[in-house]
């Protein structure tokens, strides 16, 4: 289907406070939203988020990738970012051509994300999600407190910390919750047997890519009770075979931007039980996410339908640039009604936090 128009549109949302990882803060996060349009005048939505941070391509990479794509609108050498937005945007248009419904009552499970910090105020945190129906909660472990523990004139290291920030969730939110952690490949080998060691009595869900390569997880999975989850370590679906050969993980979680879109991602679930997770994506990659969470029922694993995805985190933004997206309540991401992906742009808000 050729164009007619197509536009690349640089933002950024700013967070309600500063996102702390075993990667670093980040104050806002950057996107590109990508907006077709046929012959027609039907318009199709997608979303890039750049994985920098990662090792991923920038923000700038990213936009002039998809300005190359608008003009020839081939997708030959994209970056992941950049194929995802592309494929988001298709989807979309298909949808709103065929007046095709998006979800609308239907919604999708989610945990709530909880981002490093003191552990009395990581709990409080824990204890505002629940009271808003969550039931799940994935902490952020392994980031690097030193210079504020110094300021704070208190000894603990930064695994002390880690330790007592699932302790203050668990007592905070009693046993029935599910807790699963993520410290983003922070962790060597030994540190992470002696971490997971300490963490077993905690009934955690599951651990997310604590160390950074498939052969250390294969390692480490024989090593602890707590099933092991791949994310940056799973990127395609090659790297999903190989986990899946070495047993390097029960599960992985999947980023539509990491991986190239959705039909990636359900080809990964097909291979590994998997997860959808946001890339802290803005309304249309949560919208895209949610859709395609919704299809893993139609993949080779029934037992991944249990799992929250992580796809709760428009909570974390201070705005947005939809005047419809999809909406949480009770622990739910439900939907738009409209046809597509549903999600509807303020151009008003698009323009004040457009870069």
Known sequence: MRLSSVEVIPYALPFKRPYVTARGALERREMVLLRVRDADGVVGLGEAVPLSLRGGATLTEVVRELEEWAEAQEDEGLSAPARCAV??????????????????????????????????????????????????????????????????????????????????????????????????????????????????????????????????????????????????????????????????????????????????????????????????????????????ALRLAETGHPERLHLAHGLATQRLFASTIASVECELRNGMLHLPPGPGLGVEIDEDALQTHRL
């Open 87 to 292: 494929a988001v945007a298709r989807m979309d248009l298909l949808g709103r051509r065929a007046a095709d419904k998006g979800g609308g009552d239907e919604a999708v499970p989610c945990n709530a994300t909880l981002a490093a910090g003191e552990p009395e105020a990581v709990a409080a945190d824990a204890e505002a999600w629940a009271a808003d129906g969550f039931g799940t909660f994935k902490l952020k472990l392994g980031a690097e407190s030193a210079k504020s523990l110094v300021e704070q004139g208190k000894s603990r290291t930064r695994e002390s910390r880690d330790l007592e920030m699932v302790q203050a969730v668990r007592e905070a939110l009693g046993a029935e919750v599910r807790i699963r952690i993520d410290a983003n490949q922070a962790w060597d080998l030994e540190t992470a047997k002696e971490r997971l060691g300490e963490l077993e009595p905690y009934g955690i869900e599951l651990a997310e890519q604590p160390v950074g390569t498939l052969g250390e997880m294969a390692e480490l999975a024989q090593a602890t009770s707590i099933p092991l989850a791949a994310d940056e370590s799973v990127a395609s679906l090659g790297e999903a075979e190989e986990a899946g050969a070495l047993g390097a993980c029960a599960y992985t979680g999947v980023k539509l931007s990491k991986v190239g879109g959705p039909e990636e991602a359900l080809a990964i679930a097909d291979v590994l039980p998997a997860y959808i997770t946001s890339a802290l994506d803005g309304p249309v990659g949560i919208a895209a996410g949610a859709q395609t």
